[in-house]
T-cell receptor
Framework: EAGVAQSPRYKIIEKRQSVAFWCNPI?????LYWYQQILGQGPKLLIQ????????DSQLPKDRFSAERLKGVDSTLKIQPAKLEDSAVYLC?????????????FGPGTRLTVT | GEDVEQSLFLSVREGDSSVINCTYT??????LYWYKQEPGAGLQLLTY?????DMKQDQRLTVLLNKKDKHLSLRIADTQTGDSAIYFC????????????FGSGTRLSIRP
């Protein structure tokens, strides 16, 4: 069974530029999560989807971050415009459903550096 | 409030047992998790425990939960060099949003 795929693995941009990350969850997983992991910290949930609907986006900085999962499968996370403090690893995870979070599987992450 | 705390570093000798500790603040947690993160990789779920359990054992891993003190520990028996990683404690609340809160991680290093 293929795992959670993310691309790109690394991205370097200048502040005020835009960037997008892509995630393909495990086949059949209804729940998809985007986390931000700043160096030296644990992951922080940005947004959680159940199929193509948003369950929790309370920690998503909506003035600059957006995410979508239009067909309930792949998802993209966008930052526009980026700030220096957005430098982090962005992790995507999926689980069969929101009440089976103990079966949450993580992708390798995208390391973003904003200069 | 929602907070999970761990010590930042732990160094053990190869073959010894490692014990990684974690404290959490919210007594309504439903699940408590231990994740492992190796350099450049995503998080791997090692084990989890329901809040109505005291202990869970899985091969070299033993999880102990003290609900009264809100203390969770992970014991790794016969620690090997492949166990070098950052270990994250996490808790999940009993809410419809099922948000998982992670600690800052404990970096485990193995001495020969």
């Amino acid at each position: 069974e293929a795992g959670v795929a993310q691309s790109p693995r690394y991205k370097i941009i200048e502040k005020r530029q835009s960037v997008a990350f892509w995630c393909n969850p495990i086949s059949g997983h209804a729940t998809l999560y985007w986390y931000q992991q700043i160096l030296g910290q644990g992951p922080k949930l940005l947004i959680q989807f159940q199929n193509n609907g948003v369950v929790d986006d309370s920690q998503l900085p909506k003035d600059r971050f957006s995410a979508e999962r239009l067909k309930g499968v792949d998802s993209t996370l966008k930052i526009q415009p980026a700030k220096l403090e957005d430098s982090a690893v962005y992790l995507c995870a999926s689980s069969p459903s929101s009440d089976r979070s103990y079966e949450q599987y993580f992708g390798p992450g995208t390391r973003l550096t904003v200069t | 409030g929602e907070d999970v705390e761990q010590s930042l570093f732990l160094s053990v000798r190869e073959g010894d047992s490692s014990v990684i500790n974690c404290t959490y603040t919210d007594s309504s947690s439903t699940y408590l998790y231990w994740y492992k993160q190796e350099p450049g990789a995503g998080l791997q779920l090692l084990t989890y425990i329901f809040s109505n359990m005291d202990m869970k054992q899985d091969q070299r891993l033993t999880v102990l939960l003290n609900k009264k003190d809100k203390h969770l520990s992970l014991r790794i028996a016969d620690t090997q060099t492949g166990d070098s990683a950052i270990y994250f404690c996490a808790e999940k609340f009993d809410s419809s949003a099922s948000k998982i809160i992670f600690g800052s991680g404990t970096r485990l290093s193995i001495r020969p």
